[in-house]
């Protein structure tokens, strides 16, 4: 993976961190979640008519996506009211590039080594300490955190290739971010009905900026996995959880397993650079 790839990641990896925790510490998450797609919606109809449609032999994988980033979007939601930011986040996302790796390593002959194997294992044993669940925390936490991660994983598969079949990332992504904010908006009315609006004016202009934000980092990814291979740049990309587990920490005092944190974090190194 080249430098400016790997930096760009890295940033993206920032960004979903950020947004990840303005999703958990507003009120009501499901109202948070469609402003943020807002957000994507105005990137996607913006950049639509520049970058144009994607290929046939992507839709299928944009459909079934849209399917699995609604499922995730839903689950994550869960997930964050249950349990803390700093152990729920680092679960979910260490399991994804798990999930990918085996996925390209089963469907794109991209095989892994003895160290990438060694990699895995630190990310195993990191995810299953930090998800031990304290005192306070209801034992449904780990479960919902390792669904929530496995969807990630899933639809991460899928973006990649949607994004290589389809012969452009850049128009895949568009539509993608079209894709996945109708059927949010679809549901947070059916939730909410009437209250919608007024439930989202105080928290739109930042919901709206974190959309944006996080688009452009989610349409970074999908790039980087058609120019790089997928289990490095799923993995790079969850180095978010170092960021989420510092935040989670010192802006909601949540307690934090920093040994576990680093064996995830270590994993995730390795598997970027077997």
């Known amino acids: 993976m080249s430098l400016s790839v790997l930096l760009l990641v ?83 996302r260490g399991i994804a590039p798990l999930v990918v790796t085996m996925a390209a390593t089963i469907f794109l002959d991209e095989p892994l080594g003895s160290l990438g194997l060694f990699a895995i294992c630190l990310v ?14 209801r034992r449904p936490t780990l479960t919902i955190s390792l669904i929530t991660g496995c969807l990630i994983g899933v639809y991460t598969f899928l973006d990649g290739l949607g994004g290589r079949v389809g012969g452009s990332p850049h128009a895949y992504t568009a539509c993608l971010l079209l894709a996945t904010s109708i059927p949010l908006f679809i549901v947070t009315g059916c939730v909410h009905k009437e209250d919608c609006i007024s439930l989202a004016r105080p928290m739109l202009v930042k919901g709206v900026i974190a959309g944006v934000l996080s688009a452009i980092a989610f349409w970074v990814v999908i790039w980087a996995m058609s120019v790089a291979p997928m289990s490095l740049v799923a993995a790079v990309r969850e180095s978010s959880v170092v960021f989420v587990a510092i935040l989670g920490s010192l802006l909601l005092k949540e307690h934090v397993r920093w040994m576990a944190v680093i064996l995830v974090f270590g994993g995730i190194i390795l598997v970027r650079i077997s």
């Open 10 to 92: 890295l940033l993206a990896a920032i960004t979903h961190a950020l947004w990840n925790t303005w999703l958990k510490i507003s009120g009501d998450r499901l109202i948070a979640l469609a402003t943020l797609a807002i957000g994507w919606t105005i990137v996607g109809l913006l950049s639509l008519p520049i970058v144009g449609l994607p290929g046939r032999a992507a839709w299928p994988y944009l459909f079934v996506s849209t399917l699995i980033h609604l499922s995730y979007s839903l689950t994550l939601i869960r997930a964050y009211g249950l349990a803390d930011l700093s152990t729920t986040y680092p679960i979910a």
């Open 124 to 137: 195993v044993i990191g995810v299953v300490w930090l998800g031990l669940p304290s005192k306070n925390q």
